[in-house]
């Protein structure tokens, strides 16, 4: 009788006719598509994805086009959701957000993740002063708030960066150095990556540590690899799975990271769109005009819902004591 889900073997141990081998990743593709919850994460994601891409496309208006003959009405025909204080379409500024947030949650997740390997890598196998003063480093940020840490980050670093952009553009004649939008991602890109990698370097200094000593590291070893070997060869790869659950929540921390330091006014400044910054300017409207202020709010949760209910469908998927 044939089991789902199970791979059938003969009684000496070999495959049975027919049927194939089936490892990690298969395994838990299998059982992510079998998660309903998981699967409403992966399409509330798949539909802010579609919004940022074709939301635009779509619209015939430019999220940056004011019409003050139309302001803070409510939707309609003629603008889906409505329009903003500066009459602006608020369909279109709404997708422009999701373009902002993706962009920061998909960007931050990728220098974060990557610093916090390199980190956690380097103090893991090297040990000693470096491990300590890694891990010193690693504790140090953990013990401020994210959005403390990444408010100070950002207000510190933002007027040197523009100076710096400034001096650049004015020898180079590089005008576009010159656009404030442009360093506002920058600096929002940065304060972020600066803020969350940590916990990457921890985990993957943690599992580092737990492999190390592993018969495959040692036989690694006892044939010549080198270190920089053994870690890009058989450590990080087998590191994976925990890196890829951590980082898919990750993406919806960052997008509420980034909405919460706009909100606040030291993020994506106008004409930039960001969900944060649609609510702050919009905040004041509320008895008058509450869409401005529920519809990027209710975006904004529905995105970070989305990637966190993938986040836990993976960290099902991929740890196999928790797979049903």
């Excluded at 838990?28 to 802010?48: D, E, K, Q, V, Y």
């Excluded at 840490?149 to 553009?169: C, G, I, M």
Aim: glycine share 10%; aromatic share 8%; proline share 5%.
């Amino acid at each position: 009788m044939d089991i789902p889900g199970i791979t059938k073997i003969n009684l000496d141990g070999r495959l049975a006719p027919g049927a194939r081998p089936r490892g990690l990743w298969s395994d838990a593709w299998r059982s992510l598509m079998r998660n309903r919850i998981a699967l409403l994460g992966l399409l509330i994601s798949l539909l802010i994805g579609l919004l940022a891409l074709f939301g635009n496309s779509v619209s015939p208006y430019n999220p940056n086009r004011q019409d003050l003959d139309h302001v803070a009405e409510g939707p309609s025909a003629e603008h889906w959701l409505g329009t903003d204080q500066l009459g602006r379409d608020y369909f279109s500024r709404v997708a422009a957000g999701a373009r902002t947030a993706l962009l920061v949650g998909f960007t931050v997740t990728l220098i974060a993740c990557l610093l916090g390997i390199v980190l956690g890598a380097v103090s893991a196998y090297a040990g000693g002063l470096t491990d300590m003063l890694v891990s010193r480093l690693s504790d140090a940020t953990m013990a401020f708030p994210k959005l403390l840490l990444a408010s100070f980050v950002n207000a510190t670093a933002k007027p040197p960066f523009q100076a710096a952009l400034a001096w650049v553009a004015a020898r180079t004649g590089l005008a576009l150095l010159t656009d404030t939008v442009i360093a506002d991602y920058i600096v929002v890109l940065g304060a972020l990556s600066l803020t969350l990698w940590y916990g990457y370097a921890r985990l993957v200094r943690g599992e580092i540590l737990r492999l190390r000593e592993m018969d495959f590291v040692l036989s690694a070893r006892a044939i010549g690899a080198s270190p920089w070997q053994i870690v890009r060869r058989h450590l990080i790869p087998n590191a994976l799975a925990p890196i890829i659950i951590y980082a898919t929540a990750g993406i919806g921390e960052a997008m509420l990271l980034e909405a919460s330091l706009s909100y606040l006014g030291i993020g994506i400044q106008p004409p930039g769109a960001s969900w944060g910054q649609m609510i702050s300017t919009s905040i004041d409207q509320w008895r008058y005009a509450p869409h401005l202020v529920a519809i990027p709010g209710v975006v904004l949760a529905l995105a970070v819902l989305g990637f966190n209910l993938l986040g836990d469908g993976v960290n099902d998927a991929l740890d196999p004591r928790r797979r049903r």
